[in-house]
């Protein structure tokens, strides 16, 4: 069983930057591939980024490509997202899930946090 609990969120001006995190409980944290995902109203959870067990390789959405940054320590059990240039259109909730193996890009993830509103002001 992982908890996560996601943090970092708030209220940022368009080409802001905020970091989230999502700190995890249990000590199998370091199998586990941590992915990040978002929701805005009315539209479907939409898979943002993630990052291998190992730290060693890293997946994004082509929306978040060259501005998002997924890192993670797995001496603290935590995983980081790094925004930058924020837009607008990227307020949503974020979510942090962690699954052992699979496609890190499909929504299957074994284990969710409760979410970080994220909010861009133009």
């Known amino acids: 069983q992982v908890q996560l609990v996601e943090s970092g969120g708030g209220l940022v001006q368009a080409g802001g930057s905020l970091r989230l995190s999502c700190a995890a409980s249990?000590?199998?944290?370091?199998?586990?591939?941590m992915g990040w995902f978002r929701q805005a109203p009315g539209k479907e959870r939409e898979f943002v980024a993630a990052?291998?067990?190992?730290?060693?390789?890293?997946y994004y959405a082509d929306f978040v490509k060259g501005r998002f940054t997924a890192s993670r320590e797995n001496r603290k059990n935590t995983v980081y997202l790094q925004m930058s240039s924020l837009k607008p259109e990227d307020t949503a909730v974020y979510y942090c899930?962690?699954?052992?193996?699979?496609?890190?890009?499909?929504?299957?993830?074994?284990?969710w946090g409760q979410g970080t509103q994220v909010t861009v002001s133009s």
């Open positions: 899930a962690a699954r052992s193996g699979g496609n890190a890009y499909s929504r299957e993830y074994a284990y």
């Open positions: 249990g000590r199998t944290f370091i199998v586990y591939t």
């Open positions: 990052i291998g067990s190992s730290g060693g390789r890293t």
